[in-house]
């Protein structure tokens, strides 16, 4: 049998590894090894594998038998590489020891530099550097980062005793430090150390290493590794590997210098060389800001022989990689040494561009462009957003109701929010939270802020439905109305009038009017989207309720509605008495009356949004909320009552509204989520479905007439039992006939159901029966699955379950695969077993998020529905999603 | 192969089927059948099968060939056994043609009486009874049933004739009809038929019999039968046999009569025959009321020779059934014949006594005995209930919150009913609703009435818990404290110190004092119960909060607590303002201040609790509800805020009120069920269940030093997601360590977890990793898995759901097997997947309904839980279950 394998060289030209072995040697190692394949210089070292890691861990913390011998063998390598010797008095070796495993966990496991200094190899730099101090502060640091990392003591211990020397010396910053001072300070260093461990610091660079070694590998089980691993899914048994570096130095004076560097420009995607560099100075003078880099472009007046070898490897990397590359280097007196290399991280506009340039340049295929997009990272793309180079000042933070940003003057008055917007004023309504007594305030203004509610608000829902900024249940903010102000936690008073500018993308309500940038879609984002639609199976569509809103997501690849949502029409302003007066009715005549003026207004909705899907399906929900929402709010007219009844005021006006009071009583519920709502209404009020079902049939009958071949899916929500399902079929059924049959034309129609509530998943072979289409509603589902009332819960226990790690995603934004998405796949199978041609989809929020839109690829659906600045997010996630898992 | 055989005779001695083939012949037929094969005189006649019905069906309502020959045959036997003949003008024999299914379905299918009259054979019958009015009253009869039944002419038609013809003469009854006149009845009838189907009414016996069986089996499929059976699970295919029989006549004179008895009392069960007769009378004559029927025992001083044979009758069909038997007799012209026998229904006390008789008599072994009474009606031996003889006045309905009858005088105010409580008055507490402010008033009140709220309101819920009967949501009344009185639909005025008394069993309102009677557990209920005990293998614990509730259940034979809730603890008049102090606090240490005041109480608690169940295992469930519910009602303060603000008030009680009112609204939630409660109060202040844990351990390690071996079982409840538990699981441990190894003593518990979210179902197999036991919380799963508030259903959509059938059950009552029952036990199965040790039970209030109790024996549970009154309930269904469904 062969000798098991453990170490792995790189350097000189060569390497024992190469790329696609990270699970063995780390995403550091591997790419290290790679670029020495390559025969990028780097500064050789070795890889000791994560396979040691894990037989570590099994072998009770030791090594396997051969370890030793192997590194011995490759810091020999090393040292022949280099001509320097590890431990030698005269042209010592130094490395970083550092921990690299397959996945990058940044700033979690540990790393030492400067290793194998000692009293006496210090010498020996200082003879290589002619620096002494560049030596002692190179052993300065070393013997504090190894006292902290591998022999645990306190590193505030350290910069304690660091502090004292400098307020002796009165110095302000360590560079300013003497040799004497940073000698001394080894030497204290060396004592506390002592003192806390009970041990001498170790002296021979051989025992310096293994305590390295030993201590990287420990920390993949310190508890903070633990924890990130925990947090992204990644296994405890992968393990780390440790990768040994030669030390190089880019401070060595003005022939060395260290930069940090993309293969393109990854905020625009240009195809241009980007990064900075600093002349003699290392890699953290780069990150602390205390000088000022200058950018790449100046290296090639600077050090043009470098700037060339420098760009030819980019160029050599981006085509080996076939992709863009973020790299690190370290000039040490005049030769280049490359320290890292990995794929760059990319604004979305960048991104795109990239995918796309790639392709025409040959380097990458269309499906690999498709891939190399983050679907989620679309949504900067269709929005307007802040201007990332502003200066902002930022007010109170709430939730992210409704993405994009948007600027204007502070009003609390709908009725003044609209005025003002009729003149052209740009306004942002900011109310504690919004009625359907506001629609037309809201409809003027740039965008809403509200200081109470959830993401399923009414101000939160509104919004997302007009494509308008919003952030809602911004509980920092304390409104006056009276006063005409609001205030945030720190005092500052925004009056009426004053600018504000929010960012409902992340909830970020700021101060004046800061620049926003425009949308980016261009022709790099449209060939993308083409090339996403070539390959996906599974349709998108769109959650629209107006026409305006349905035309916008067929701009955006929307191939249907999903869901229309019929009571938003309810909220018109001049709907809205109409619709109190059928709540209000006392007799079934009353209400049919009040439906028959409703008639021709939904008729005209709904023919309006025909019109702007054309021959698209379109799935409209018939009335869901329960029919209080629609009435005015109960503690208003209690304290109106009230103050009537102390004033003695006038006794008709008190009997009216004890009246109103009463039914708003008689229709309140406990738990109005699960309430008297949905199918429940149908049930108990079936001349409101039968009106809708007119509405419907008789818009689409119209529009056939116009030779407009249209597709209605009538959808009855919140069914949980078969014989709901029966009943409200057989309602709307019997008026689509009737008035097909009346208007003599052709239309093909389906009725289906909204599958939102456990029951219904667990007996959908019984549904599937009835139903020719179920449309999974994933928001309700998550609300009955976890029994989390999403209006309550985010704005209470919800954040601290996501702070505190018990829920890793906020199960209403990212679908719970898990508990919500097990139902959701009960609910097809069994669907499918009785019903094989049932059609499936789904319309929660969901359906615009990437990892759930692949799951539901995954599961089988048929169709994605979400809203319309969603849809391109969701043509993208679904090809992904095709690619990585084909399907037939 | 042998010619198919579709009719059986009986009669004469002797029948062609027996008991045990009701499936082919009905429950009717196979009963005739078997009384005829014992030698009992019924009127001779053949049973055609239910399989001709299916191919009657199949064939497009065709007979199969050979149905008319086996009848012509059947026709001759009894020809031959009576001496008569059908159709013959001298002595014609006469049937009766009835409908008869496997399961009886009263009233849904259609009967012929009389067959075989005409014009001729009246004659005959005049010769033969010398009555000619008794003749044509029969013959009318015949007519106008067959014209209804078989010709499908409109019964109101021929009342309408009758009517006309009654005034005619100037009389009031059918009895006071002349011989004249009912000839031309018989003639008006036929006329009119003729003009309605256009047909002349069939004169041919053979063809009255063809067409009355053809109307039978066509009765089979019309629309309400087909309703009944799918109400009530019958399979379609069954079908109806046809049972043809010889007419028998009780009114042909003073040796003539008809009856109808049980073998033993069916109200109290004694071993005495019970039943009443009419002398000269008809079946219907006993069932009109006209004339007042004879008890049974004087039959045998008017007929003693009938009289033995009839009793000799009843002793052998109870001999041969091993039951109880219902009959219906006639004697003609002192012959006695037997015209059905059937299981005798029974009252609850019958029902124990007859099982406990029937095995001592040696007629049925224990296991029989055991499965003869039906657990649900155990319900009405265990309370105190409405006399069932008394006059009533029913004032309003409500729902059944808690059972048992109380009277009282009816009292708006809990001081006032707290305080005529303590002069031993009996008050009933009658209140909108109530809230915990209430408690004293409930404690004292012999029952309480409300008007709002549902099964699970704050009434309901601790009127069960204190066992004392409740009518909630009683719409019908409006109460009007200010006036001191509420009035009832029908404008009925109850003031204050007016006796009414409810029927918390039916949800009855009835005006005065009725009388009650005890409940009636005696030594038969505890031999049968003893006998339960030794059949099942399912535990059965109860649910309950107190030391009296526990001593209670323990009475009943409950093995242990399923169920302690803590928070009704927390209700009590003297806790409350602690409580509240609690939730209002602003900070941790004001928090733990506070909890560290209710140690000591809750400590106490579960002292009581414990010492009342010794070493049974006690399951508590930690702080559960929404804080809100411990908090004054929001919209009281509010009014009380808005009067003194309009009248200028005190500035500093306004600002109190204020920041009450602030709290409370803090703390309001939109869905309370979906909200901040259950372990979300545990994971959010972990202090609470700190304290809880630390109050039971205390109490269960001071019981162990006083030497009760005490078994404590901690449950987490509204777990949806393993985290959640597995954080909630450290906090009570480690408390528990710390005062057990403080205390020094040994002692064993378990931690588990209420099962009441779809999701906990769905990924039990992650939480049985962690939990020690499952208890499944079916209220909740209820709720989650329909989507259905029970406070907002029960008093608004649900009543309708079940009146409309679109529910067959109320899913609160009864377990909803295939929805809710599915989630249970895949929750159980995935549970036991990882976790075979796994200890199950349920604590919903289905724990306590047979059907429920089944199904859990069903899916393998350990236990069931229930109230202490239906502790019993669910020994005996458990009991059922294991006698059915053997298990391991």
Redesign the interface.
Known sequence: MAKEKFVYSFGGGKADGKADMKNLLGGKGANLAEMSNLGINVPPGFTITTEVCTLFYENNRNYPEGLKEQVDEAIAKVESIMGKKFGDTENPLLFSVRSGARISMPGMMDTVLNLGLNDETVQGLIKQTNNERFAYDSYRRFVQMYGNVVLGVDGADFEEILEKKKEELGVTYDTELTVDALKDLVKQFKAHIKKETGEDFPEKPEDQLWGAIGAVFGSWNNERAIHYRNINDIPHHWGTAVNVQTMVFGNMGENSGTGVAFTRNPSTGENEYWGEYLKNAQGEDVVAGIRTPKPIAELEKEMPEIYKQLTEIFDKLEKHYTDVQDVEFTIQEGELFMLQTRTGKRTARAAVKIAVDLEAEGLIDKKTAVLRVEPQKLDELLHRRIDPDADVTLLAKGLDASPGAATGKVVFDSDEAAEMGEHGEKVILVRTETSPEDIHGMAAAQGILTSRGGMTSHAAVVARGMGKPAVAGCEDIKVDYKAGQFTTPDGTVVKKGDYITIDGGTGNVYLGEVPTIDPEMDENFEKLMSWADEFRTMQVRTNADTPEDAELAVGFGAEGIGLCRTEHMFFDEDRLPIVQDMILADTKEEREKALEKLLPMQKGDFKGIFKAMGERPVTIRLLDPPLHEFLPDH?EI??EL??LK??GGDEAEIAEKESLLKAIERLH????????R?C?LG??YPEIYEMQARAIFEAATELVKEGINVHPEVMIP?V??I??FK?MKEVVQKAAEKVISEAGVELEYTIGTMI????AC??AD?IAQEAQFFSFGTN?LT???????R???EG??LA??LD????EKNPFQVL?Q???G??VETGVTKGRSTNPELKVGICGEHGGEPSSVKFCHRIGLNYVSCSPYRVPIARLAAAQAQIENPRA
Chains 1, 2 share one sequence.
Do not use: W
């Open positions: 503690d209690l304290v009230t103050e102390v004033k519920e406990m738990n109005p989520m699960l309430g008297h949905g429940r049930i108990t919140l949980s039992h014989n709901e009943l939102e509530l456990p029951r667990m007996t019984e309700d609300q009955t699955t976890f029994g989390f009332s209006d309550d819960a209470k226990f601290y379950y505190s790690e018990i829920l719970d898990k508990g919500v097990q139902l």
